[in-house]
């Protein structure tokens, strides 16, 4: 009997952060409460989340505050047509003192990685995602690098008919849990 007890004030104390966190969050965006709890359930589930907008709706700074909010170590990425895979995920480079290859981490080496204007970028670039969201780890040169426990991209999007992207492949698509869709907030 005692352990049930317990179970239920673990999930108590669970929900009343999880109350904590959104009102801080509500605190600073307002309007998008559905963009809120999709992005902190897809956390929650381990997945990783497409946000789609147009500039200035909060998605960049929704991705900031809530790695901020539960402690994570946060990373951004501007997705723009000339990066490469490298730039991601990171490159091994001749150490001239040891006469060996050491490996240099990308920017998707963090907890929280904001993938910011995903669509921006070629295919090649954007390829580059699929092993990391899919099987949590990077492999160059032929050695795997694990991601930490807590790990969840959050990309965005502008919309596909605005100039200049391009639109992701299906197989990226899939490695998505949610795609949440951001708008302006009514007046309400």
Do not use: C, W
Not at 88 to 103: A, P, R
């Amino acid at each position: 009997m005692e352990e049930n007890t317990t179970k239920r004030t673990d999930l108590q104390d669970f929900s009343e952060k999880i109350i904590q966190l959104k009102k801080a969050i509500g605190n600073v965006i307002v309007g998008q409460q559905e963009a809120v709890d999709l992005l902190l359930i897809a956390i929650l589930a381990d997945g990783h989340v497409l946000i789609e907008g147009v500039p200035g709706v909060a998605k960049t700074l929704l991705a900031r505050l809530v790695s901020r909010l539960i402690d994570a170590r946060f990373s951004r990425i501007q997705f723009t047509p000339d990066l490469m895979p490298s730039d991601v995920l990171g490159t091994t480079v001749f150490n001239m003192k040891t006469s060996e290859f050491d490996f240099h981490q990308g920017p998707v080496f963090a907890e929280m990685v904001l993938v910011d204007e995903i669509n921006r970028a070629p295919a090649k670039t954007q390829a580059a995602l699929f092993e990391v969201m899919e099987e949590r780890q990077v492999t160059i040169d032929g050695i795997s690098h694990r991601m930490k426990d807590l790990y969840t991209i959050i990309a965005t999007q502008n919309p596909v008919e605005q100039e200049g992207t391009y639109r992701l492949p299906e197989a990226q698509l899939d490695r998505f849990l949610f795609k949440i869709s951001m708008s302006y907030p009514t007046l309400e």
